[in-house]
């Protein structure tokens, strides 16, 4: 069973930045057979897709409102893929979950076959 465990997140004051991760466990496949995928869900609001990147690491996908602040990154050999935030603002706070897919390039959080517990960050102004 595909397990992924986020971490990463924190407090941080606005302008400053941080570097979320994602390990997945469990997968009897390889890790660079999975697209994987940042989600972020801010309280009261509905889930957002943040960034992709699928099994080759090419393309990228990131959401249009957050072109030129996140980065998303994947390391194979450690079955670890990343988001880099910067510049963060209080719009930012939100739980960031990461999510797996194998083999697809899903268009729907539905999708995707995994998901992490999510890691809070908390943006001060």
């Known amino acids: 069973q595909v397990q992924l465990v986020e971490s990463g997140g924190g407090e941080v004051q606005a302008g400053g930045s941080l570097r979320l991760a994602c390990v997945m466990s469990?997968?009897?496949?390889?890790?660079?057979?999975?697209?994987m995928a940042w989600f972020r869900q801010a309280p009261g609001k509905e889930r957002e897709f943040v960034a992709r990147m699928n099994w080759h690491g090419v393309p990228t996908t990131i959401a249009d409102s957050m072109r030129g602040r996140f980065t998303i990154s994947r390391d194979n050999a450690e079955s670890t893929v990343y988001l880099r935030i910067d510049r963060l603002n209080p719009e930012d706070t939100a739980t960031y979950y990461c999510a797996a897919a194998y083999w697809s390039l899903p268009e729907t959080p539905s999708a995707y076959d995994a998901w992490g517990q999510g890691t809070q960050v908390t943006v001060l102004s």
């Open positions: 469990g997968s009897r496949r390889l890790f660079d057979q999975y697209t």
